[in-house]
């Protein structure tokens, strides 16, 4: 249970720092699935591009948090490609 795990710890910091020795696992196979999540996520057609962008930022952030770098160019290219073909218009150039 999460509580007895971090019951006896006196500051916010430390229990800060349990919870994620327990739950953010730095490990090969979490940043792959966290990779795999990232490159087969593709937005819904009834989705609305705010949330699904949102969707993509939390993805990011997750594998920024097992320190897996993307930079900001592929960060857009990538958002790109998970736009449905009718957004595509968006990505194309005049």
């Known amino acids: 249970m999460v509580l ?8 916010s910091s430390a229990l800060w720092k349990r919870l994620e020795t327990l ?39 997750d594998l920024k948090n097992v320190e897996v770098q993307i930079d900001d160019k592929d960060q857009v290219m990538l958002l790109l490609c998970f736009l449905l073909p009718l957004h595509t218009s968006l990505s194309e150039r005049p």
């Open 4 to 11: 007895q795990e971090v019951l006896m710890k006196k500051t």
């Open 23 to 61: 739950y953010a696992t730095k490990s090969l196979a979490n940043r792959l699935v966290l990779k795999q999540h990232l490159f087969m996520f593709r937005m819904n057609e009834c989705e609305l591009l705010r949330d699904h962008i949102s969707q993509c930022i939390t993805l990011l952030n």
